[in-house]
């Protein structure tokens, strides 16, 4: 087989790159290693920046998102009974779109199915090869016979435990990494949401963020400890737990009910560089982690597609290089970006074991001065609604 470009994974980073460069005229071959349900099986967060919106809307894949989403003016940060509001729209002039990235990624396969894309799914032994010349090929196992494609480029968009990062030499990367010393059990319950917008509580107990999908479809997370396993927290447990992480006025209202979904989803904090080797290029989870307190993991994918999308649509249909020449740098500038902000985020609203009072007033402080500062609340407005590409 032959093709301009093979992106590794059926996610929504290689989802919504393949989506753009069909549209470019510019052919692809997605290869997912997974089958399709399972992709859209998996519970990830729901808040999108605006500029991920706009792309989006400009990949042909946005207007259920515009239908069914929930466009969201502000979020509280709060400690104890300190609620702080941050007002995106009043700072920004911005808002956020609360809109599960399962439904991004069904709209994104259905968008590449009404173009006639080119989706192999259960495909197996991916092997990036000669990457690192002017004609690299994928070899791959697919419905029991080994494969290859020739192509002009690669995308690894395969996430943190794909092949793509590792096929570039160890030599060639640097890698930083800060793993954080807790988990987030989340919890997907069919009840009304605890407020009308998404709630970062510091506490005594920990942190907890009250989140929500629809009307009657709410999202919570605890934190806690990596030794925790999901039977250690019945329902009971757990809400008990939310409700004393929580506002007195939010918890006195909370309406609990039976989880649907329950799961433990560890914090880090990890890059790796460079996201070029040749005719190779990382783009999303397969470069980047970020922990979830920013709401940016599928945000910075989207924006590592956004720098890679028209680069590649120059290089292959006009010969331009350019912006794969400097598709590395530009996108590593915003991830660093991003990277600060969702390590900051997670170190003013989380609980460290050991951490002695002067740690804890600390991020009394902080939200303090959140509550009184414009200036401090525009600075974190700007930064989750999304910075500038
Ligand atoms: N061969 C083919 N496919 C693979 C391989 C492989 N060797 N390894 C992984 N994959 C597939 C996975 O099955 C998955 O569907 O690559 C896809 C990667 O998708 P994601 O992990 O969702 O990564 P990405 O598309 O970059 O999206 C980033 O996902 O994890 C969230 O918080 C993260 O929101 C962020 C978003
Ligand atoms: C979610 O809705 O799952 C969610 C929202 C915001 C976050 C993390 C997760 O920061």
Redesign the pocket.
């Known amino acids: 087989m032959k093709t301009d470009v093979v992106i590794i994974g059926g996610g929504p980073s290689g989802l919504l790159l393949s989506q753009l460069l069909n549209r470019a005229g510019v052919e692809t071959v997605v290869l997912e290693r997974s089958p399709r349900e399972r992709v859209l099986s998996r519970i990830r ?3 999108l920046e605006a500029g991920t919106v706009e792309m989006l809307q400009k990949a042909g894949a946005g207007e259920r998102m515009l239908r069914e989403g929930h466009p969201h003016e502000g979020c509280i940060f709060s400690d104890g009974d300190l609620m702080v509001r941050i007002d995106f729209g009043a700072l920004t002039g911005k808002t956020v779109m609360v809109y599960g990235q399962t439904e991004v990624t069904a709209d994104l396969y259905a968008a590449q199915d009404a173009m006639g894309a080119t989706i192999l799914h259960e495909v197996a032994e991916v092997a990036i090869r000669d990457a690192d010349s002017d004609a690299p090929f994928v070899e791959f196992t697919h419905d029991g016979a080994r494969k290859r494609i020739d192509c002009a480029y690669v995308a690894g968009c395969d996430g943190f435990h794909g092949v793509s990062r590792r096929t570039i030499p160890e030599s060639v990367r640097r890698e930083y990494e800060r793993v954080y010393p807790f988990g987030w059990l ?1 919890l997907l319950s069919r009840t009304p949401p605890a407020h009308d917008e ?1 709630i970062y509580a510091n506490s005594a107990n920990g942190f907890a ?1 009250a ?1 929500m999908r629809n009307p009657m479809l709410s ?1 919570y ?1 605890v934190q806690v400890p990596l030794s925790d396993r999901v039977e250690d927290w019945s329902d009971d447990r757990f809400w008990e737990r939310l409700k004393s992480c929580l506002p007195g006025e939010v918890a006195e209202t909370l309406v609990t009910g039976p989880s649907i979904e329950k799961s433990i989803a560890p914090l880090r904090s990890f890059v790796s560089e460079p996201l070029r080797w040749g005719r190779l290029f990382l783009v999303g989870d397969a470069a980047h982690i970020v922990p ?4 940016k993991g599928l945000n910075l994918a989207v924006s590592d597609v956004f720098y890679l999308h028209q680069a590649l649509i120059d290089a292959v249909r006009h010969g331009e290089t350019a912006g794969i020449d400097s598709y590395s740098e530009r996108a590593l500038r915003r991830i660093w970006k991003a990277m600060r902000f969702s390590w900051s985020m997670t170190m003013m609203v989380h609980r460290f074991d050991g951490e002695d009072s002067f740690a804890a007033e600390m991020r009394r402080a902080t939200l303090l001065h959140l509550s009184q500062s414009e200036t401090a609340r525009r600075d974190l407005a700007e930064n989750y609604i999304g910075l500038p590409f």
């Open positions: 967060a729901g808040v989340g998404l963020l989140s999202r997370y979830p307190t920013g709401a």
